[in-house]
């Protein structure tokens, strides 16, 4: 048996699943999960880090790139939602943030990352100019 993939979205979708798992040979396994975050809301919330680096909007002292912001938005959210990080020193000395994988994120979790991005956004005075562009909010682009 190859691999099967079920989005359980009719009765009949779960009783097909429910044969798959029935004619499964021992040692198969079978994981009932959250789907994750959309392709398109993983567009939009790089689409926001990008407008930020782009103003300019400095932290630490100066502007930071779209991957630097991209960590920075989704530690935040995890420390602002309880979820938590941790701090480690790593092999070389340096200090690295384990913080939670957004390709891993929950719909519903990365939502609330991308609603955590835009109020940053709102509340730092930063345009989301290329999120607007690319068709991510309603309204014209500044």
Not at 4 to 22: G, K, M, P
Not at 35 to 49: D, G, K, L, V, W
Not at 80 to 107: C, D, H, Q, Y
Request: proline residues 4%; glycine residues 10%; hydrophobic residues 40%.
């Amino acid at each position: 048996m190859s691999k099967l993939t079920y989005v359980l979205h009719t009765d009949r979708i779960r009783e097909n699943a429910c044969r798959a798992i029935l004619r499964a040979e021992p040692g198969y396994v079978v994981t009932i999960a959250e789907p994750t975050r959309s392709s398109e809301q993983n567009a939009f919330f790089h689409s926001i880090c990008s407008d930020i680096a782009k103003s300019g909007h400095p932290f630490a002292g100066k502007p930071r790139d779209a991957g630097v912001w991209k960590v920075l938005l989704i530690s935040g959210h995890a420390i602002a939602t309880k979820e938590g990080t941790e701090v480690l020193p790593g092999l070389e000395g340096e200090f690295g943030n384990i913080r939670e994988s957004s390709a891993r994120m929950s719909v519903r979790r990365a939502a609330s990352l991308i609603e955590y991005a835009i109020a940053y956004c709102a509340s730092n005075g930063i345009a989301l100019t290329e999120t607007r562009r690319g068709g991510f909010m309603e309204g014209e682009a500044a």
